[in-house]
T-cell receptor, first 111, second 113 residues
Framework: DAKTTQPTSMDCAEGRAANLPCNHS???????VYWYRQIHSQGPQYIIH???NNETNEMASLIITEDRKSSTLILPHATLRDTAVYYC????????????FGQGTRLTINP | GAGVSQSPSNKVTEKGKDVELRCDPI?????LYWYRQSLGQGLEFLIY????????KSGLPSDRFSAERTGGSVSTLTIQRTQQEDSAVYLC???????????FGQGTRLTVV
């Protein structure tokens, strides 16, 4: 079972920052937070991951609360191409751990 | 190739027939995963390979489903005596190590009629 909860859907205006929340209150010390997205009819695409520090790459920023029980994925300047289902996943660092996908958040970017 | 390749991209089969789905992972990626996604649903884990061995087969829904991987590279997912409920998109992913990002293929859309 997925260890995360996310809103079912969100809307954001094009050009604005999209902030996608994720709750993972049972996360353990050796589990990372991963974000993937799935654009319609495509395979999931990796976005970013982190342990406890905030992370940023060319696609997004990941803000993890100090207690690590929740996180927020930030798309700084959303475009229409960012419309997708966004999945927040927790995964152990060591060993062969499969990615367990929940239902994700369906993000719609509006013009 | 540059990414994970799956074939065929689409497969229509009659109920009761066997099908084979193929996955070519990214060269050098040691781990390979199979997932299934039914229409409008999330991804359902099926099986995981590390090299040629499958330490986690917990997601295979029945004994009609099997998978193998040879040479630490190509993997084949076989569904015997297909049923209509097997209709879904079957996705393959590979990773370089055990905690690196997973790269997904575009999937095989299986329709059982």
């Amino acid at each position: 079972d997925a260890k995360t909860t996310q809103p079912t859907s969100m809307d954001c205006a094009e050009g604005r920052a999209a902030n996608l929340p994720c709750n993972h209150s049972t996360i353990s010390g050796n589990e990372y937070v991963y974000w993937y997205r799935q654009i319609h009819s495509q395979g999931p695409q990796y976005i970013i991951h982190g342990l406890k520090n905030n992370e940023t790459n060319e696609m997004a920023s990941l803000i993890i609360t100090e207690d690590r029980k929740s996180s927020t994925l930030i798309l700084p300047h959303a475009t229409l191409r960012d419309t997708a289902v966004y999945y927040c996943i927790v995964r152990e660092y060591t060993g062969a751990q499969k990615l367990v996908f929940g239902q994700g958040t369906r993000l719609t970017i509006n013009p | 190739g540059a990414g994970v390749s799956q074939s065929p991209s689409n497969k229509v089969t009659e109920k009761g027939k066997d099908v084979e789905l193929r996955c070519d992972p990214i060269s050098g990626h040691t781990a390979l995963y199979w997932y299934r996604q039914s229409l409008g649903q999330g991804l359902e884990f099926l099986i995981y390979f590390q090299g040629n061995s499958a330490p986690d087969k917990s997601g295979l829904p029945s004994d009609r489903f099997s998978a193998e991987r040879t040479g630490g590279s190509v993997s084949t997912l076989t569904i015997q005596r297909t049923q209509q409920e097997d209709s879904a998109v079957y996705l393959c992913a590979s990773t370089r190590g055990t905690n690196t990002e997973a790269f997904f293929g575009q999937g095989t859309r299986l329709t059982v009629v």
